[in-house]
């Protein structure tokens, strides 16, 4: 039996990505869908044959208790709304599968853990890299050793962002700019990549004065991240540069590098590295795989955790793990010096 998923907010990524991602999933299936907006609502549920008595708005959105076919609700709402209605889907005995940035604040996050677990729920963040095989494969080729220890990461995530008068750009919904967005990529990259935690952080923030998508938050961010072993990040995350999507993992025998990396398809990967398994001493390959739908991916992982009730591979501690260094790395910016972070466990177990 599948899976019911209710999507709530029905804004681009919903419309584009995630409605279209349900017709390649094998585990879930979309089943109620919640909107502001009811003659939107309406037309999406006849696209996808929800039948009326499941579409709800953000008001009567606790009414979802009594609809037995929803089983898991996925937030799809700007970043300052998420806490609130994952506490309120957690509450209506759902689990929770909620879009990055998990919150604006990591006290936020913990509400959102702390109300999952009280009913007993599952808290899945929709971080669809790690579900994708290019980046599994270079997860993999780390923990394996094949480039030797790890020593630098390199990343960049940007776009040229229009539309000043979007959420995007307004702090108390987004919480921040270039930074929560699409630096949040970076981060986690670095962190997964290395499976490892950072100890020390610097940031440095600009925004372009008069340009009115930038009055409240961050046009770029660059910032470094110091982990325990010696590893070092260096990324950059930037909301007003042509598309530009890239990373490089370099160990003491190889390197990976993705261009792009962050994209929802055409991930292209290649690995240098001085090896047995190569044709010849500092060869260089590509190494492809099948790009399936990112967001079904995820989804269908998710739904096999509700299935057989199993820990989601990316919970809510992982976003948690996120949100506090970006705290840190405000706090960096903003006091113009790095800051030092306590160490974190480890959250290799989910991995
Ligand atoms: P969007 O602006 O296209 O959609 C947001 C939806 O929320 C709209 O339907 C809007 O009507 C609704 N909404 C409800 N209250 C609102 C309010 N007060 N102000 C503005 N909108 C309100 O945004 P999106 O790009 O779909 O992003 C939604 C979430 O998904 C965000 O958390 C974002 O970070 C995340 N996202 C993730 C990815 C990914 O690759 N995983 C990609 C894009 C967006």
Redesign the pocket.
Known sequence: ERVGWAVV??????LDELLPAFGQMKRGKLVALV???RAKAQAVAKQYGVPDKALYD?KSFDQIKDNPEVQVVYI????S??AEFTVRAAQAGKHVFC???MANTSAECQQMIDACKKADRKLGI?Y?LQYEPHHRAVIQMARNKELGTLKLFTANNGQNQGEPN??RHKKS?AGGGALP?VGIYCLSAARYFSGEEPVEVQGFSHSTPGDPRFKEVEESFAFHLRFPSGFQAHCTSHYSTHETKDLRLMGTDGWASMDPGFS?SGLRLRVGMKSKSFPKADDTVERSFSQPSQFAREMDHFSRCVQENVVPHTPGEEGLADVRIIEALYRSAQEGKAVKLEAAKKLDAFR
């Open positions: 907010g029905l804004g681009h990524l919903s909107s502001g907006d953000y799809v709402l700007p970043n709304m998420h879009e990055k940035p929709a669809r979007q959420w919904l967005d929802y």
